[in-house]
């Protein structure tokens, strides 16, 4: 498995205590770079930019990166644009959802 798949697998275990859905089938996590010198960057939304538990899910992205051996600097980077919707959703989320 590569770094950016183990990033990918370890974002799965962070959730959002609201929903009790992952923030990948959630859909809140638009992108994961991956540099040769193992530097990770993740561009992340959260459901809504009130959203009181930010904090906490960031963090949450931030220590499941680092809790990987072979990562060395972790970014997160919170965007509000596009802004999410449920059509981000992956289907797994969806069916969590109900839907």
């Known amino acids: 498995m590569n770094l950016k798949d183990k990033v990918v697998e370890a974002l799965k275990c962070v959730y ?13 996590i638009y992108n994961v770079d991956v540099t ?3 530097d990770v960057e993740v561009t992340m ?5 009130g959203c ?6 960031t963090r949450g992205v931030r220590y499941s990166i680092e809790g990987i051996e072979e990562t060395r600097n972790v970014e997160v980077n919170l965007v509000w644009e596009p ?3 449920p059509e981000k959703m992956t289907a797994e989320g969806l069916r969590l959802l109900g839907r």
Request: glycine share 4%; aromatic share 4%; charged share 20%.
């Open 45 to 49: 939304t959260l459901t809504t930019p």
């Open 36 to 38: 040769d010198d193992h």
């Open 52 to 57: 009181p538990l930010h904090d906490s899910i």
């Open 83 to 85: 802004a999410w919707s």
């Open 16 to 28: 959002d205590p609201e929903l009790n859905i992952n923030v990948v089938d959630l859909g809140l």
